[in-house]
């Protein structure tokens, strides 16, 4: 990899935007960007983070609710909860609502799907955020996704910071274009298998790798590919992690999804690794048809 500043394309962005109407360009530069790494930050700079204390508390009543299911682990605590939980509830999930309804962060998710996608029908009617996925992690030590890996539903997931974490020199981790390499791997896979539950995801890397680790600030929002390789971080200490990572699933897991066109440089890195799934998956299966390969 010759250097690492040309996979960052850090912008400055100033808010939640309105949905009502006031149109927002996304640069074709962010999506290409987005394209080519894997992932796009959206960093607030230092400006003072005007809807993070309402987003906050919002997550708070959510991880809280009775009548959502909680998963606790060693070192977290785990809500998802779906789209639609959120926005007929708007006016009790204003700051979130606004957060789902950001068209800024709508139309690079669109026009990173367009890439993948020659139909843009398909693009246009995919539910945006279509599952929030509230953590908080307490404790130093791993986290649930310490390890690395990527994810064996494919998807694109929006993250929200909500606490500082900048102090944790490894929060989030991601490998630039390991998505290319990985989407191979995918595609054979499923060829074998249509569950990608039976996809190997976890990475062993026989050669050590340049990975890209984010000094995270409250307000940060990265959005990723999960077929990029990415792993959390370790909590150096007790102070809290809050993150919000919204999962948009793309309309149909075809070949078109994995078969890619060459970003027009060199940017996929090579990368030796052996991937397997160390956990048990007895039990495990799709819920819903649209996530098994359709060839
Ligand atoms: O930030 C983390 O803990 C990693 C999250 C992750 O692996 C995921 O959401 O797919
Ligand atoms: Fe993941």
Same mark, same amino acid.
């Given at each position: 990899m010759k250097s690492l500043s040309r996979w960052l394309n850090p912008s400055v962005w100033g808010g939640f935007t *309105?949905?009502?109407?006031?149109?927002?360009?996304?640069?074709?530069?962010? %999506?290409?960007?987005?394209?080519?790494?894997?992932? =796009?930050?959206?960093?607030?700079?230092?400006?003072?983070?005007?809807?993070? +204390?309402? %987003?906050?508390h919002e997550f708070d009543a959510l991880v809280t609710e009775p009548s959502?299911? #909680? #998963?606790?682990?060693?070192?977290?605590?785990? +809500?998802a909860?779906?789209?639609? +939980?959120?926005?007929?509830?708007?006016?009790?999930? *204003?700051?979130?609502?606004?957060?789902?309804?950001?068209?800024?962060?709508?139309?690079?998710?669109?026009?990173?799907?367009?890439?993948?996608?020659?139909?843009s029908r398909l693009v246009d009617t995919t539910v945006l955020h279509e599952q929030l996925d509230l953590e908080i992690n307490s404790r130093p030590g791993s986290t649930n996704n310490s390890k690395w890996h990527f994810d064996r539903m494919p998807s694109i997931k929006t993250c929200l910071f909500l606490t500082d974490v900048s102090h944790e020199p490894d929060a989030f981790l991601v490998i630039p274009g390991s998505h290319f390499v990985v989407r191979d791997r995918f595609l054979n896979s499923l060829r074998k298998n249509p569950d990608p539950?039976?996809?190997?995801?976890? =990475?062993?890397? #026989?050669?050590?790798?340049?990975?890209?680790?984010?000094?995270?600030?409250?307000?940060?929002?990265i959005l990723f590919d999960t077929l990029t390789m990415h792993r959390g971080g370790v909590m150096r200490n007790d102070r809290v992690r809050k993150a %919000?990572?919204? =999962? +948009?699933? *793309?309309?149909?897991?075809s070949a078109k999804y994995f078969t890619w066109t060459p970003p027009g440089e060199e940017v996929v890195p090579s990368l030796s690794f052996t991937a397997s799934h160390p956990f048990d998956r007895t039990g495990q299966k799709m819920e819903d048809p649209r996530h098994l390969f359709a060839g």
């Open positions: *309105p949905s009502n109407g006031r149109r927002y360009e996304v640069s074709p530069d962010w %999506i290409e960007s987005f394209y080519r790494s894997g992932f =796009v930050v959206l960093d607030k700079g230092d400006e003072p983070a005007a809807d993070l +204390t309402e %987003i906050e959502l299911i #909680h #998963h606790e682990y060693e070192n977290g605590f785990y +809500t909860v779906s789209r639609s +939980t959120v926005t007929t509830q708007a006016s009790r999930f *204003p700051a979130l609502s606004k957060f789902l309804g950001d068209r800024r962060i709508q139309e690079l998710i669109r026009g990173y799907l367009n890439r993948f996608y020659s139909d539950l039976f996809v190997d995801n976890f =990475v062993d890397f #026989h050669a050590p790798v340049t990975p890209i680790s984010f000094r995270i600030r409250p307000g940060m929002i %919000i990572r919204t =999962v +948009t699933w *793309p309309p149909r897991l």
